[in-house]
């Protein structure tokens, strides 16, 4: 039953990049993370983390964001997360807007003998300021993100993992009265564990948004290493 249910995440990372619409605006990046993490007592840690994009076949910088993160462990199943996220965005002018976003979290875990199920629900909330239009910029948008990720410890060092992101357009003063789905993210990679609380991971993402007139999907490469606590499995 795992084994399947991981290999149906593979198939469709694949599906969505051999079906793509060849009408869509098609880019490559990197994604480079760096983290840090503390653990107050057994059931709070907090982090940080800084993580840099690039964009037009990884020539430029097209993101940068600063988040900080409180985690309350409830069961060992079962843990709650709160999110703060300073982003700058490169606007079509070769400016960086500002944007403010904070987060909550609410994830549940199930591990079965080497293999680990994880589901994380993300209701977001995020506003639009510097070097963006008053008209829009400072009405928040919601969104609802739904996360699925299945790992696999192949020994004390290796765990390769897969994930499916669907996120759900709540609201946008810049689009009314639209709820729908507007972007899923397929990732594939590894961890690697290393001594001393150490994290680096190596993975590859399909992104692409949803029903919108010029939908834009992206391939990325990314890297990611973090240190000074466990944190949870699921990060952007």
Same mark, same amino acid.
């Given at each position: 039953?795992?084994?399947?249910?991981?290999?149906?995440?593979?198939?469709?990372?694949?599906?969505?990049?051999?079906?793509?619409?060849?009408?869509?605006?098609?880019?490559?990046?990197?994604?480079?993370?760096?983290?840090?993490?503390?653990?107050?007592?057994?059931?709070?840690?907090?982090?940080?983390?800084?993580?840099?994009?690039?964009?037009?076949?990884?020539?430029?910088?097209?993101?940068?964001?600063?988040?900080?993160?409180?985690?309350?462990?409830?069961?060992?199943?079962?843990?709650?997360?709160?999110?703060?996220?300073?982003?700058?965005?490169?606007?079509?002018?070769?400016?960086?807007?500002?944007?403010?976003?904070?987060?909550?979290?609410?994830?549940?875990?199930?591990?079965?003998?080497?293999? &680990? *199920?994880?589901? /994380?629900?993300?209701?977001?909330?995020? =506003?639009?300021?510097?070097?963006? +239009? $008053?008209?829009? @910029?400072?009405?928040?948008?919601?969104?609802?993100?739904?996360?699925?990720?299945?790992?696999?410890?192949?020994?004390?060092?290796?765990?390769?993992?897969?994930?499916?992101?669907? &996120? *759900?357009?709540? /609201?946008?003063?810049?689009?009314?009265? =639209?709820?729908?789905?507007?972007? +899923? $993210?397929?990732? @594939?990679?590894?961890?690697?564990?290393?001594?001393?609380?150490?994290?680096?991971?190596?993975?590859?993402?399909?992104?692409?948004?949803?029903?919108?007139?010029?939908?834009?999907?992206? *391939?990325?490469?990314?890297?990611?290493?973090?240190?000074?606590?466990?944190?949870?499995?699921?990060?952007?």
């Amino acid at each position: 039953m795992y084994r399947n249910l991981s290999f149906l995440l593979f198939a469709l990372f694949l599906f969505a990049g051999l079906s793509a619409d060849a009408q869509l605006n098609k880019d490559f990046g990197h994604w480079y993370t760096l983290g840090f993490g503390k653990d107050i007592n057994e059931r709070w840690d907090v982090s940080v983390y800084q993580e840099l994009r690039t964009e037009n076949n990884g020539t430029s910088i097209g993101r940068t964001f600063t988040q900080f993160a409180v985690d309350y462990e409830v069961q060992r199943w079962f843990r709650l997360g709160l999110n703060y996220r300073f982003i700058l965005n490169k606007r079509s002018d070769e400016s960086f807007g500002h944007r403010h976003r904070i987060m909550g979290d609410v994830q549940f875990r199930k591990y079965h003998q080497r293999w &680990r *199920f994880i589901y /994380r629900n993300r209701t977001q909330w995020e =506003v639009r300021t510097w070097n963006y +239009t $008053r008209e829009y @910029g400072f009405s928040p948008a919601w969104d609802n993100r739904n996360t699925i990720k299945i790992d696999y410890r192949i020994n004390r060092k290796f765990r390769p993992f897969c994930s499916f992101d669907l &996120r *759900f357009l709540l /609201r946008d003063a810049r689009i009314p009265g =639209v709820t729908d789905i507007d972007r +899923t $993210r397929f990732v @594939g990679g590894v961890d690697i564990d290393l001594p001393g609380y150490r994290r680096f991971s190596l993975f590859v993402l399909l992104s692409r948004n949803w029903n919108i007139p010029e939908p834009d999907q992206i *391939f990325v490469v990314g890297a990611e290493f973090s240190f000074g606590s466990a944190r949870p499995a699921i990060m952007n």
